[in-house]
């Protein structure tokens, strides 16, 4: 069984930053794929980014991310992060780290099978 772990999150002004971090438990999450999720206030959780196991070689970002966040991965430290810039008022919501037991990733939520229980980032105008 894997736990997962996500710290970082907090209140910043638009156009700061953020990293978020997910910490991973229970047995190492090298080959699996990760990912973030986000669930703004009153929204359904939309994908964020995903990282592919091992390497992590592949990545992929939802396309309102693009250019200003990066997914990144520490196998050393069974971790996985999310460096978040340029942040707007919109990129409020609380965010899931999750993993999939397959090294390829995956923008479905139903394709992950651990997920951390969120942590809540505000940005304010």
């Known amino acids: 069984q894997v736990q997962l772990v996500e710290s970082g999150g907090g209140l910043v002004q638009a156009g700061g930053s953020l990293r978020l971090s997910c910490a991973a438990s229970?047995?190492?999450?090298?080959?699996?794929?990760m990912a973030w999720f986000r669930q703004p206030p009153g929204k359904d959780r939309e994908f964020v980014a995903a990282?592919?196991?091992?390497?992590?070689?592949?990545?992929v970002y939802a396309d309102s991310m693009k250019g200003r966040f990066t997914i990144s991965r520490d196998n050393a430290k069974n971790t996985a992060y999310l460096q978040m810039s340029s942040l707007k008022p919109e990129d409020t919501a609380v965010y899931y780290c999750?993993?999939?037991?397959?090294?390829?990733?995956?923008?479905?939520?139903?394709?992950?099978?651990?997920w951390g229980q969120g942590t809540q980032v505000t940005v304010s105008s």
């Open positions: 229970g047995r190492t999450v090298s080959s699996s794929a």
């Open positions: 990282i592919s196991g091992w390497s992590g070689g592949a990545t």
């Open positions: 999750a993993a999939r037991a397959f090294v390829g990733n995956s923008k479905d939520d139903r394709d992950y099978q651990y």
